[in-house]
């Protein structure tokens, strides 16, 4: 076939293929940018798990993620590629440092603790905002956040959320149907 | 346009393509419910948004990324600059407006640079340990806040009377910044700079020419100064230089706090030093730069007063005719969502919170069902969802997300208001009463049109119709009608009519509704039962399936219980019933020394040679060998204990036995081996011992047992366990009576 193609298409010009791997951006490119929206991944996570402690885990674990297998294009969606990681990092428990689990745990010694300074101010009290939140699932409630709160937009937010903008959008609206009624029972 | 929570939330994201927001915000003009549920909306993104932020100290986010393995510890920690610098806006300059003092958040005029920090809260509600010094704050400038008035009277406060009406400066005119309309407000779609933190660029001061574009508007507050709101109340904005006009323009908006001061009082102090007017009179912006009259009515007052005319996008289009795999997918869909729905509500976005919202569980159905029901009685004509619905709108985005059932609409007054629609033409069935409202039930009470003429259709009552600022015209009498040409004989004709009839009939929706019997009515007799030969419909197959379902897994089931019930009261019988497969019989041997065998007759010794260890059934008494026969038949007896003991040669059992009453002679004792390893002692007219006593440990007996079932008819039976072939000498002792077993071997 690609003989024949050949055979067919005389080669009158020089067909340049880009074999090369995509340019992974380094850690300190990925440091800065963490540097910059830390602020607003912690808060994020805080809202969305419901507690600073699992968010400062979830978020840790999210940008390690991030770190071993970098976007390609950091600079382009960067920002979306840590929402994505820490979304995931909290919808599928993947803390930093890994809690030990299984047998093997009584025989090895933990990591270090981690510990972050963070000041949650109104973040971390419970009002009733916050409770009828937590109501609302878990998908829902990362769009509404991602929206309301990181002010994505709904490409984004499918980027972040692994899903189509439509789906984005219908989540969008469902968590604020779902959320408003909660609300507004509770709020009472 | 359907009411679509979905397409509100995407409107109100600004994610709505332009046809469908003009198509929206044309749909808001006349439906309330839709502006309500825009309102919560908005409400809840308010709410949101307000939720408390979250700060990471500097010195644990160099740790942190340390620990991540991101950056290295002998690195420099980097200073965050999750800043985005824009050219500081000329409002904000106090460069614009000389003698004013500077703003509280701007910094000092010897600084060179001013970063605007994006990550704050848009709310204004940043953390509250955050300081100028370790993190550079920004906070959108609020109407509460209103920097320029409380600076301008400072400022007024500050300098001396001079008695000259100043000029108006030109940023004491701000657009008010109302709260944001719900037709024209749209936050910005987020900016790929904003969002990728452009790092801080230094700030120029002179702000004719900045070092940067500026930003684009952000999403909650238009800037001052650029391009003025369009929901502006008045426009344009009155003279300045007329002190009477001024504080009207600039108060209608309702920009000031309660508290501040009036703007009457800002244009009568704010003068520059020197009497100098150094504020023109004219707006920052052109003239023509103006912005239009709004399109849309903002309050119910304004659509009421102001009747607007709604663009209308020419007919619909006319769909395409689906073809054969579209019909097929479309069948299939609508059998896959009833089957689903039937199962289970399918909670999709298609409510609208608030009031008139359905339930959101499977009462939402009946719910549903019921205000339609009420609806219908109430208003015949305005059964929802089948009068708005525009066709040929091809968005799939409106399949789907229905709101359900909606109160009746109101007509909307004025010349425009459209002729009220006739009642649907409901008929009841046969024997039936129609539904009140409906065509039907109403026909009675309607004076009868003459005939020839168009029935009118009742008038519905309206605000208009009960001020009576509406007054239909009165119809012109119709003229009378041709009468018709006889008939021609056309039998083929009246064949396809009739045919269609029949088939109209067949095909007509006649809703069910519980059939009305009259109480003079005679009983309908029962039904005749199907004969023999007619084959029984679909139903009744599955039911007779299901039936015969339902017996089979009980007969099942009762097999299954009657098995392990069986095994767990009574073993099987073994195949292995019979005599002991090795028995050597040996003639009987007579121990003389014997103590026992001395008061009694002679016991025997029988040899058993080896056997099969299975266990055997109780047996009847022709089943025992070597059977040994002792005592004379004696009665009254009953055994009091089980003695063992044992001796150098043998070990011995011992039956003592008490009188019950009279007891005379020795009870009949039969004793014989049922197997190599089963000695059987079978006593008559002896009541059983309540225990077999206590056994030593190390004997050839291995346990001693009462039988349930005797061998012998009316005898007690004990079952003496062998721990291999024994020979055993038998006899009574007298005084007290007793027998005594002597095992050998």
């Given at each position: 076939?690609?003989?024949?193609?050949?055979?067919?298409?005389?080669?009158?010009?020089?067909?340049?293929?880009?074999?090369?791997?995509?340019?992974?951006?380094?850690?300190?490119?990925?440091?800065?940018?963490?540097r910059?929206?830390?602020?607003?991944?912690?808060?994020?996570?805080?809202?969305?798990?419901?507690?600073?402690?699992?968010?400062?885990?979830?978020?840790?674990?999210?940008?390690?993620?991030?770190?071993?297998?970098?976007p390609?294009?950091?600079?382009?969606?960067?920002?979306?590629?840590?929402?994505?990681?820490?979304?995931?990092?909290?919808?599928?428990?993947?803390?930093?440092?890994?809690?030990?689990?299984?047998?093997?745990r009584?025989?090895?010694?933990?990591?270090?603790?981690?510990?972050v300074?963070?000041?949650?101010?109104?973040?971390?009290?419970?009002?009733?905002?916050?409770?009828?939140?937590?109501?609302?699932?878990f998908?829902r409630?990362?769009?509404?956040?991602?929206?309301?709160?990181?002010?994505?937009?709904?490409?984004?937010?499918?980027?972040?959320?692994?899903?189509?903008?439509?789906?984005?959008?219908?989540?969008l609206?469902?968590?604020?149907?779902?959320?408003?009624?909660?609300?507004?029972?509770?709020?009472? | 346009?359907?009411?679509s929570?979905?397409?509100?939330?995407?409107?109100?994201?600004?994610?709505?393509?332009?046809?469908?927001?003009?198509?929206?915000?044309?749909?808001?003009?006349g439906?309330?419910?839709?502006?309500?549920?825009l309102?919560?909306?908005r409400?809840?993104?308010?709410?949101?948004?307000?939720?408390?932020?979250?700060?990471?100290?500097?010195?644990?986010?160099?740790?942190?990324?340390?620990?991540?393995?991101?950056?290295?510890?002998?690195?420099?920690?980097?200073?965050?600059?999750?800043?985005?610098?824009?050219?500081?806006?000329?409002?904000?300059?106090?460069?614009?407006?000389?003698?004013?003092?500077?703003?509280?958040?701007?910094?000092?005029?010897?600084?060179?640079?001013?970063?605007?920090?994006?990550?704050?809260?848009?709310?204004?509600?940043?953390?509250?340990?955050?300081?100028?010094?370790?993190?550079?704050?920004?906070?959108?400038?609020?109407?509460?806040?209103?920097?320029?008035?409380?600076?301008?009277?400072a400022?007024?406060?500050?300098?001396?009377?001079?008695?000259?009406?100043?000029?108006?400066?030109?940023?004491v005119?701000?657009?008010?910044?109302?709260?944001?309309?719900?037709?024209?407000?749209?936050?910005?779609?987020?900016?790929?700079?904003?969002?990728?933190?452009?790092?801080?660029?230094?700030?120029?001061?002179?702000?004719?020419?900045?070092?940067?574009?500026?930003?684009?508007?952000?999403?909650?507050?238009?800037?001052?100064?650029?391009?003025?709101?369009s929901?502006?109340?008045?426009?344009?904005?009155?003279?300045?230089?007329?002190?009477?006009?001024?504080?009207?323009?600039?108060?209608?908006?309702?920009?000031?706090?309660?508290?501040?001061?009036?703007?009457?009082?800002?244009?009568?102090?704010?003068?520059?030093?020197?009497?100098?007017p150094?504020m023109?009179?004219?707006?920052?912006?052109?003239?023509h730069?103006?912005?239009?009259?709004?399109?849309?009515?903002?309050?119910?007052?304004?659509v009421?007063?102001h009747?607007?005319?709604?663009?209308?996008?020419?007919?619909?289009?006319?769909?395409?005719?689906?073809?054969?795999?579209?019909?097929?997918?479309?069948?299939?869909?609508?059998?896959?969502?009833?089957?689903?729905?039937?199962?289970?509500?399918?909670d999709?976005?298609?409510?609208?919170?608030?009031?008139?919202?359905?339930?959101?569980?499977?009462?939402?159905?009946?719910?549903?069902?019921?205000?339609?029901?009420?609806?219908?009685?109430?208003?015949?004509?305005?059964?929802?969802?089948?009068?708005?619905?525009?066709?040929?709108?091809?968005?799939?985005?409106?399949?789907?997300?229905?709101?359900?059932?909606?109160?009746?609409?109101?007509?909307?007054?004025?010349?425009?208001?459209?002729?009220?629609?006739?009642?649907?033409?409901?008929?009841a069935?046969?024997?039936?009463?129609?539904?009140?409202?409906?065509?039907?039930?109403?026909?009675?009470?309607?004076?009868?049109?003459?005939?020839?003429?168009?029935?009118?259709?009742?008038?519905?009552?309206?605000?208009?119709?009960?001020?009576?600022?509406?007054?239909?015209?009165?119809?012109?009498?119709m003229?009378?009608?041709?009468?018709?040409?006889?008939?021609?004989?056309?039998?083929?004709?009246?064949?396809?009519?009739?045919?269609?009839?029949?088939?109209?009939?067949?095909?007509?929706?006649?809703?069910?509704?519980?059939?009305?019997?009259?109480?003079?009515?005679?009983?309908?007799?029962?039904?005749?039962?199907?004969?023999?030969?007619?084959?029984?419909?679909?139903?009744?197959?599955?039911?007779?399936?299901?039936?015969?379902?339902?017996?089979?897994?009980?007969?099942?089931?009762?097999?299954?219980v009657?098995?392990?019930?069986?095994?767990?009261?009574?073993?099987?019988?073994?195949?292995?019933?019979?005599?002991?497969?090795?028995?050597?019989?040996?003639?009987?041997?007579?121990?003389?020394?014997?103590?026992?065998?001395?008061a009694?007759?002679a016991?025997?010794?029988?040899?058993?040679?080896?056997?099969?260890?299975?266990?055997?059934?109780?047996?009847?008494?022709?089943?025992?060998t070597?059977?040994?026969?002792?005592?004379?038949?004696?009665?009254?007896?009953?055994?009091?204990?089980?003695?063992?003991?044992?001796?150098?040669?043998?070990?011995?059992?011992?039956?003592d036995?008490?009188?019950?009453?009279?007891?005379?002679?020795?009870?009949?004792?039969?004793?014989?081996?049922?197997?190599?390893?089963?000695?059987?002692?079978?006593?008559?007219?002896?009541?059983?011992?309540g225990?077999t006593?206590?056994?030593?440990?190390?004997?050839?007996?291995?346990?001693?047992?009462?039988?349930?079932?005797?061998?012998i008819?009316?005898?007690?039976?004990?079952?003496?366990?062998?721990?291999?072939?024994?020979?055993?000498?038998?006899?009574?002792a007298?005084?007290?009576?007793?027998?005594?077993?002597?095992?050998?071997?």
């Amino acid at each position: 076939m690609y003989a024949a193609q050949q055979a067919r298409v005389p080669c009158t010009h020089t067909v340049m293929i880009n074999v090369a791997a995509p340019v992974l951006p380094d850690a300190s490119a990925l440091a800065d940018l963490v540097r910059g929206h830390l602020d607003d991944l912690f808060t994020y996570a805080t809202h969305l798990v419901g507690g600073v402690d699992d968010a400062v885990e979830f978020v840790a674990g999210g940008i390690y993620h991030a770190s071993r297998y970098p976007p390609a294009r950091l600079q382009a969606d960067g920002r979306i590629a840590l929402y994505r990681a820490v979304t995931r990092a909290c919808r599928q428990e993947q803390r930093f440092p890994p809690r030990p689990h299984g047998p093997a745990r009584f025989f090895k010694r933990s990591r270090a603790p981690f510990h972050v300074d963070v000041d949650s101010g109104d973040a971390a009290r419970i009002n009733t905002v916050k409770r009828a939140l937590m109501t609302v699932a878990f998908e829902r409630r990362a769009a509404l956040l991602l929206r309301d709160l990181g002010g994505l937009g709904y490409r984004d937010i499918g980027m972040a959320l692994e899903c189509s903008p439509e789906a984005a959008a219908r989540l969008l609206a469902g968590a604020r149907r779902e959320f408003g009624t909660v609300y507004r029972e509770i709020a009472i | 346009m359907k009411c679509s929570l979905l397409v509100l939330s995407s409107y109100l994201d600004g994610e709505l393509e332009s046809r469908r927001q003009g198509e929206l915000e044309a749909h808001l003009v006349g439906c309330q419910r839709c502006r309500a549920g825009l309102g919560y909306l908005r409400e809840e993104v308010e709410r949101i948004s307000s939720l408390g932020r979250v700060r990471v100290a500097d010195h644990s986010v160099q740790a942190m990324l340390v620990h991540l393995g991101l950056v290295d510890e002998d690195d420099a920690p980097v200073e965050r600059t999750t800043a985005v610098a824009v050219a500081e806006p000329p409002w904000l300059t106090h460069d614009a407006l000389p003698g004013w003092p500077p703003p509280p958040h701007a910094p000092e005029p010897d600084s060179a640079e001013t970063t605007i920090d994006m990550i704050g809260s848009a709310a204004g509600s940043s953390g509250e340990g955050d300081s100028p010094e370790e993190r550079p704050s920004f906070r959108w400038v609020t109407p509460a806040d209103a920097p320029t008035l409380e600076h301008a009277s400072a400022a007024a406060a500050a300098l001396p009377e001079t008695g000259d009406r100043p000029e108006a400066p030109p940023t004491v005119y701000e657009p008010p910044p109302l709260p944001p309309p719900p037709f024209t407000w749209r936050p910005a779609p987020p900016s790929p700079e904003r969002d990728q933190g452009v790092p801080a660029v230094p700030f120029s001061p002179d702000a004719t020419s900045p070092a940067v574009p500026p930003a684009p508007a952000p999403e909650l507050e238009p800037p001052r100064g650029a391009d003025p709101p369009s929901p502006a109340p008045e426009w344009p904005p009155p003279a300045l230089d007329d002190p009477d006009q001024a504080p009207s323009a600039v108060h209608s908006g309702g920009a000031f706090p309660p508290g501040g001061p009036e703007p009457s009082e800002l244009l009568d102090h704010a003068t520059a030093p020197g009497g100098e007017p150094e504020m023109t009179a004219s707006p920052p912006w052109a003239p023509h730069d103006a912005p239009p009259e709004p399109v849309y009515p903002l309050t119910d007052d304004d659509v009421l007063d102001h009747p607007i005319a709604i663009e209308r996008f020419g007919p619909p289009r006319q769909a395409n005719r689906p073809n054969l795999f579209e019909r097929l997918r479309d069948r299939l869909a609508t059998r896959r969502a009833l089957a689903r729905s039937a199962a289970a509500y399918d909670d999709t976005v298609q409510i609208v919170s608030g009031s008139g919202a359905p339930l959101r569980f499977g009462r939402a159905r009946l719910e549903v069902e019921r205000r339609r029901q009420e609806t219908l009685r109430m208003d015949p004509g305005a059964v929802p969802g089948d009068e708005f619905a525009e066709p040929g709108v091809d968005d799939a985005l409106e399949d789907d997300l229905g709101l359900g059932p909606l109160p009746p609409p109101a007509m909307p007054l004025g010349p425009s208001s459209p002729m009220p629609r006739p009642a649907p033409r409901v008929s009841a069935l046969g024997g039936q009463m129609p539904l009140p409202g409906t065509a039907d039930a109403s026909g009675p009470l309607r004076p009868l049109s003459p005939p020839g003429h168009a029935p009118v259709p009742p008038p519905r009552h309206t605000l208009g119709s009960a001020l009576g600022d509406v007054i239909p015209p009165p119809r012109p009498p119709m003229p009378p009608a041709i009468p018709p040409l006889p008939p021609r004989p056309d039998p083929l004709g009246e064949a396809l009519a009739d045919l269609d009839r029949e088939q109209g009939a067949a095909n007509e929706h006649r809703p069910w509704r519980p059939r009305e019997i009259p109480e003079d009515a005679e009983p309908v007799a029962a039904p005749p039962r199907p004969s023999a030969g007619q084959v029984p419909g679909p139903s009744q197959l599955r039911e007779g399936r299901r039936l015969l379902a339902l017996f089979g897994a009980a007969t099942l089931l009762m097999l299954v219980v009657g098995i392990v019930s069986g095994r767990t009261t009574s073993p099987l019988p073994s195949s292995s019933t019979s005599a002991p497969s090795a028995r050597t019989a040996t003639p009987p041997r007579t121990q003389a020394t014997h103590p026992a065998a001395k008061a009694s007759a002679a016991p025997t010794q029988i040899t058993l040679g080896p056997s099969a260890q299975a266990p055997q059934p109780p047996a009847p008494a022709g089943a025992l060998t070597g059977i040994k026969v002792l005592g004379d038949g004696g009665s009254g007896y009953q055994v009091r204990d089980f003695r063992y003991g044992i001796h150098p040669g043998d070990f011995r059992i011992v039956l003592d036995l008490d009188a019950a009453g009279t007891a005379s002679g020795a009870p009949k004792a039969t004793l014989g081996f049922l197997d190599a390893t089963t000695l059987v002692v079978v006593l008559d007219g002896v009541v059983a011992a309540g225990s077999t006593g206590q056994l030593p440990s190390s004997n050839p007996v291995v346990s001693v047992t009462l039988m349930p079932q005797s061998p012998i008819a009316g005898g007690t039976a004990y079952q003496i366990k062998l721990a291999h072939p024994v020979t055993f000498a038998a006899g009574y002792a007298t005084s007290p009576l007793r027998l005594v077993i002597d095992i050998a071997g």
